[in-house]
């Protein structure tokens, strides 16, 4: 399905809605458009119907008007069967009104000799006696149609308030509509991130991914907002303006649609420029995301290295080609916005003269209120076209933004269940298990180990040698390309992910925290997760002498990543979170590397509690810490080279043999310094 398809299909979530604000609009257009034919009727007929045929009547009704002793009426005011007089005529001469007392043969140019009328028409020519008007007696001839002159005003504004009230209401049911997309969709977006495997987040940046989730949605709300509205309102605006040309007249009304097919041609080639700077331009504002969001998480490391200017230089780059895209869309937009509206409006009105003045040079009558409304028209149809034009950029801008979100919305996720997991008894096997995170380029290879349960498994071995790579296949954030993984004597790839995890927990080197306090942390906001069990694991795990003596105790906030705390603190927390889930398999992950010594003995401590009953796995640096695991596995280029407890590899005096007395070198060094 292509990206319009697509952002049809979210608008067709809120169909309802959109079909009433559609309603709303087609009797706002409705409304609006009539009002230039009202106006050419209060012109034509009440107006300047004035030098239509008036007769003598025999009565006096409203319609008659009394003048020199006699009653008169307009042709169209006689009733059926009514008898009609002598024919007499009221014509204007320059800004005066004349009675004349019979009918005229034919009509031309008027004009006033010696006190008489004469009209020429090419070669012929009539002479009448005539009478002018006075202002008062000209008023008697219109006090007729006053009345029908106010109720066509009436009905004139009536038709303005009408279009006025459902206008707002199909733009406020239109933009709701849009707002309700969006918020869908943006939680459509967020709930995917939360199910791509972790993989995708190795090769996309942070900073990209937010771009997408908020300036990119925030275009694809103007789509729905402003261009959509302003697209499906132009549409409804100009058939209604068509329709009232055609009723008008056909011919120039054909000579208009050319518009049509000039419109879909300037938007096409429009949209091929626009397009690729507009993906440019996302591409290069997603950029700028990512480095900006690099540069604060690493702004200690930039300051440190003194890299200001080299960062700058960097920011420049990006900053400057996106300001080059932007500029050519800037100039694209005004070749051909304002100024070919400008240019098809003056072709239009060119043809609206040549028209009628082609018309009045072949002597056929033009009714000035066909004129006037003529004019309205066409004033009124180059107001949508501006508007649709004026919208292109934001459209190509919105179609880009959908087709980034889309993509990522493509990426395959993994299935969230809600369902139950029996609590592991922490059976754990590996065998035979090869991995790379490159297609072909393994980084663990034949890995086959076991861990009974209520055991603790220690991995160490050189960085990259593959041990964090083993936990993140045992929690399936990757999955193996050979071997097999069992827990319980279930092959993991059977569980659902989710419920895979349900009964693990991790702690990290870097403890990761949100925004929050630290009892939200530890809970994660889970109901199953009391207060009481909150602070239960914070006090096993020793955290409340740390803590405690904070403003807030165990309510204290937790501003981004815990920057506030230290790290010593951080990682109690962490531990805390992970006692609290009370899991069956535990990972501590070079948990102790970033805490200090007497922090360290606290947590140790807190560990012969926190892995009884529990499969535990350690990833550590500091031999020291691992020395009572049941099992100790040395990895060395992905693969295990020894295995055995603490005191067996000692006597083997290979790699870990070499490890640990180097380490303990270390310290009596620093001891000794």
Request: net charge neutral.
């Amino acid at each position: 399905m292509n990206t319009g398809k697509r952002l049809i299909a979210y608008a067709f979530r809120y169909k309802k809605i959109i079909v009433a604000a559609l309603f709303m609009l087609a009797i706002s257009v409705a409304a609006e458009l009539t009002g230039p034919l009202i106006a050419k009727k209060i012109i034509d007929q009440h107006i300047l119907g004035i030098e239509s045929p008036w007769y003598e009547a025999d009565k006096n009704d409203d319609q008659a008007v009394f003048y020199n002793g006699k009653w008169y009426k307009r042709s169209d005011d006689f009733a059926q069967g009514e008898a009609k007089g002598k024919e007499v005529r009221l014509l204007q001469i320059g800004r005066d009104y004349y009675f004349v007392d019979r009918a005229i043969t034919f009509d031309g140019k008027r004009s006033i000799q010696n006190g008489m009328l004469m009209i020429q028409h090419g070669e012929q020519k009539a002479v009448y006696p005539i009478e002018k008007l006075s202002n008062s007696e000209l008023f008697r001839f219109y006090q007729p149609e006053i009345r029908s002159i106010i109720y066509l005003l009436a009905l004139y504004f009536s038709l303005l308030l009408a279009a006025t009230v459902f206008q707002y209401g199909q733009r406020y049911c239109l933009q709701m509509a849009a707002n309700r997309i969006i918020q869908t969709m943006r939680k459509d977006l967020f709930a995917h991130i939360q199910r791509l495997p972790i993989r995708y987040f190795d090769r996309l940046p942070v900073g990209k991914v937010v771009a997408r989730i908020t300036n990119d949605t925030e275009a694809i709300r103007e789509l729905y907002v402003t261009v959509l509205a302003t697209f499906f309102t132009s549409t409804i605006y100009m058939t209604g303006i068509f329709i009232a040309l055609f009723l008008l007249d056909v011919r120039l009304a054909l000579l208009c649609l050319i518009l049509i097919p000039i419109l879909a041609v300037w938007m096409k080639i429009y949209r091929q420029y626009a397009s690729r700077y507009n993906h440019i331009i996302r591409s290069r504002l997603s950029d700028i995301n990512a480095m900006v969001n690099e540069s604060i998480q690493g702004m200690p490391i930039i300051q440190a290295f003194r890299r200001q200017k080299e960062t700058e230089r960097e920011f420049e780059t990006l900053n400057r080609e996106y300001f080059v895209y932007q500029n050519k869309l800037l100039n694209l937009n005004s070749l051909t916005s304002h100024n070919l509206v400008g240019v098809l409006r003056n072709l239009a009105f060119v043809a609206l003269i040549w028209h009628f003045g082609h018309d009045s040079f072949n002597h056929q009558a033009i009714s000035l209120g066909l004129l006037y409304a003529f004019v309205d028209y066409l004033n009124r149809l180059f107001q949508p076209i501006t508007e649709m034009v004026n919208q292109l950029a934001n459209l190509e801008q919105s179609r880009v933004a959908a087709h980034r979100i889309f993509t990522l919305l493509d990426e395959e996720g993994e299935e969230v269940y809600d369902g139950e997991m029996p609590r592991y008894q922490g059976n754990v096997v590996f065998e035979h298990v090869f991995f790379g995170y490159k297609e072909g380029e393994y980084v663990l290879k034949d890995i086959s180990f076991s861990a009974k349960p209520g055991e603790t498994i220690a991995l160490v071995g050189h960085t990259g040698s593959g041990k964090s790579s083993i936990m993140n296949l045992l929690f399936r954030f990757y999955d193996i390309e050979k071997g097999q993984i069992f827990i319980d004597g279930k092959d993991i790839k059977t569980i659902p992910k989710q419920l895979l995890r349900k009964h693990m927990a991790i702690v990290l080197q870097d403890a990761f925290l949100f925004t929050g306090t630290i009892a939200s942390n530890v809970g994660l906001n889970d109901p199953a997760i009391s207060r009481q069990k909150i602070e239960q694991a914070l006090r096993e795990i020793g955290a409340d002498q740390l803590l405690e003596n904070l403003p807030n105790g165990f309510d204290e906030p937790v501003v981004e990543r815990g920057s506030t705390l230290s790290s010593g603190q951080r990682q109690l927390i962490s531990f805390a979170r992970a006692l609290a889930f009370d899991p069956a398999i535990l990972v501590l992950d070079e948990a102790t590397a970033n805490i200090d010594t007497e922090t360290e003995a606290t947590i140790q401590k807190a560990l012969e509690v926190l892995k009884q009953g529990r499969t535990t796995f350690i990833i550590a640096h500091r031999l020291s810490t691992i020395k009572n695991a049941d099992q100790i596995l040395v990895l060395d280029r992905g693969m295990i080279v020894e295995r055995g407890t603490h005191e067996e590899l000692m006597k083997k005096e290979g790699i870990y043999y070499h490890m640990y007395q180097l380490q303990q070198g270390n310290k009596e060094t620093t001891k000794a310094g």
